[in-house]
């Protein structure tokens, strides 16, 4: 999440999604996400939700920046 963060302020929005899909095709690969534990699809949700927010410059600016930030808080939280 701090890759596509840090890859979306420096305007490669690209970037910060593939970042994203990485991280949630080494999330389904985990045994936790096979075994369909809660806090893994929870965390595929949010990473889903986070590449909407990076659909443009203007919707990254709008509501995708602090929802990434957010995501990022929340994720520290959680480990």
């Known amino acids: ?14 970037g910060a999604v593939a970042a994203l899909k990485s991280c949630q095709r080494a999330l389904s690969e985990s045994a936790a996400a096979r075994s369909d534990y809660q806090l893994c699809v929870t965390l ?4 889903k939700e986070m590449q909407e927010h990076m659909a443009s410059r203007r919707v990254y600016e709008a509501s995708g ?15």
Do not use: P, T, V
């Open 65 to 79: 920046r602090a929802y990434i930030l957010s995501g990022l808080s929340s994720h520290s939280w959680w480990r």
């Open 1 to 14: 999440m701090a890759e596509a963060r840090a890859s979306a302020e420096r305007g490669d929005l690209g």
């Open 44 to 47: 595929d949700a949010k990473l």
